[in-house]
């Protein structure tokens, strides 16, 4: 009987661990014990779900820069961690084979060989959440780059001198501009301009992004307005996105594109005027399919080839 693998999604708050069955668990302390703790009990949970006698491994997305090799994050702002032995302190724990990837190069592996990035070859995966994560399969092969850094494509600046400061320290980034934190930002910084707005009237700390692009959807002067500008800057970094990597199919992923055709619709001609030394129209950009359960399905897709280091798949 082939063995199956279990994905494990580690998010900022919730850890999830998928076979086919799958056992989610909130995380309230981030300190490292604690999140061992979390996840090695959602995976305990999922293994009895899945009433497998034994598994090929388990693949762990977690937030944050991590050593393909061992499994150490070398660095996650989302938990304030440094260096630390995820991979030693769970397999301590299990006696099955462990492996740990970036949670948003998890995702884009899920999404290309299970979603919507199925049979391309040249393939980016944009996450628009609190953040923008992200990830590009280039000739059939998910890039990693010399420290496992390829495809932090949230960080790249595209408003450098007039955007919002990114949680990473610079401005403008990608993220910082068309994440669905993004999408607020814009709202709120051009609130004043619209005193009328009922976006704001309550407690802006309330505001989120949905409301937002329905205020846009129906029409809202604050709400267009907001719109349009996440839409321009959206554009503006998917179109450098496509000037890197001529990709084949972009998907976007994460909250803000639950608003589907209403997005696409608006930043796909915006994307085609800032497309100018790759031939136009050969990128198809699209929503992602597999929605919350990209990470763990990657995650354990990772597991079954034996790391993200041989994800060759061409
Ligand atoms: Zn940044």
Known sequence: MTKKSIGVDLGGSHVLAAIVERAEHDIVDREVDAVVETIAKAISD??????????????????????????????????????????????????VPIFIGNDAR?????????????????????????????????????????SAGAGEVGHHQVRATDGFYCNCGKMGCFEAQASGTGLIRHALAIAPSFPRSTLVSGKPEKLGSKAIRKAAEAGDPHGVAAWNRYI????????????????????????????????????????????????????????????????????????????????ATG
């Open 106 to 146: 998890c995702a884009t592996l899920g999404e290309y060989v299970h979603g919507i990035g199925k049979g391309t070859k040249n393939f980016v995966l944009l996450t628009l959440g609190t953040g923008i994560g992200g990830g590009v399969v280039a000739d059939g092969r998910l890039i990693l780059g010399t």
């Open 46 to 95: 999922v293994m009895e779900l899945g009433k497998e006698k034994s598994y090929l491994g388990i693949g762990l997305g977690s937030p944050g820069n991590i050593d393909p090799a061992t499994g150490t994050v070398r660095y996650s702002p989302n938990f304030g961690w440094h260096d630390v032995p995820l991979g030693k302190l769970l397999r301590e724990r299990f006696e």
């Open 232 to 311: 321009d800057d959206l554009a503006c970094g998917i179109a450098n996105v496509i000037a890197f990597v001529n990709p084949q199919t972009i998907a976007l992923g994460g909250g803000v594109a639950a608003a589907g055709d209403f997005m696409l619709d608006a930043v796909r001609p915006r994307i085609e005027v800032l497309t100018t030394m790759v031939p136009r129209g050969q990128t198809n950009i699209v929503c992602a399919t597999l929605g919350n359960d990209a990470g763990a399905i990657g995650s354990a897709e990772m597991a079954r080839r034996g790391g993200l280091t041989t994800g």
